[in-house]
């Protein structure tokens, strides 16, 4: 069965608390959905590529949290925050259904790279915006071409979600909001993830394990040529 979070409750990273059993249940109820969404044959971002494989050389790691969240038959949005109470830093929404994505996570592996091209400024011209405005990236899921992602602000239900889950800090299930067309559920995962700044043009998000789970590996790169 699915977890569904009745009110708010805080989650202690220093332990298992069934994350993994929870992320297992969740992928299974979002799965039978999926269907009709095709990825790409095109790959420019092989999940073969010595850049998706590891982080950067970095000058600065810091720990953020991340949430990705979204009606099972819809899209997902994904959200990063200095913490589960702060402002957002990114809110991004994918072009992929959110059972998609769940398919995607069962063997334990998923990388989502994003990509944009930025065209070449003179000296004169000013200095490159940050990687978090930029409006549109080119998105692959281990390593397949799947549409793009696409920087928006944030709306009334994203607030409210996010204001539901402020004392949330890990976790994975269904979210008690209004249920969307044909009652379908509104589905959540937040973990910890170690932000690493390669450089100005590259930086890359990989999920924190709960100690005691393992297994799940999920990472998420920025990267603009």
């Known amino acids: 069965m699915v977890p569904i979070m009745d009110t708010p409750t805080s989650v202690d990273c220093g332990r298992e608390v069934r994350f993994r059993r929870s992320f297992r249940s969740l992928v299974e109820c979002m799965v039978p959905a999926c269907c009709g969404f095709q990825a790409s044959a095109d790959s420019l971002a092989s999940d073969t590529d010595e850049r998706y494989t590891s982080p950067p050389p ?59 091209c930025h065209p070449r400024q003179n000296d004169s011209q000013k200095e490159r915006c940050s990687l978090f405005e930029v409006p549109v990236w080119s998105m692959y899921c281990n390593g397949r071409k799947v549409g793009f992602a696409i920087r928006r602000k944030m709306s009334v239900s994203d607030v409210a979600v996010l204001k539901l889950m402020q004392s949330v800090s890990v976790g994975a ?53």
Do not use: W
């Open 58 to 116: 970095s000058t600065t790691t810091t720990t953020v949290t991340g949430t990705f969240f979204g009606y099972r038959k819809g899209r997902v949005s994904f959200c990063l925050q200095n913490d589960t109470r702060s402002s957002p830093l990114l809110l991004l929404e994918f072009a992929v259904p959110t059972a998609y994505l769940a398919k995607e996570m069962q063997h334990g592996l998923l990388r989502i790279a994003l990509e944009c």
């Open 173 to 225: 299930g269904v979210l008690p909001l209004a249920a969307g067309e044909a009652g379908d559920l509104l589905m959540y995962l937040r973990a910890s993830f170690d932000r690493v700044v390669g450089s100005a043009d590259s930086e890359s998000f990989h999920m924190i394990n709960p100690v005691g789970s393992s297994g799940q590996e999920l990472s998420i790169f920025l990267l603009r040529s």
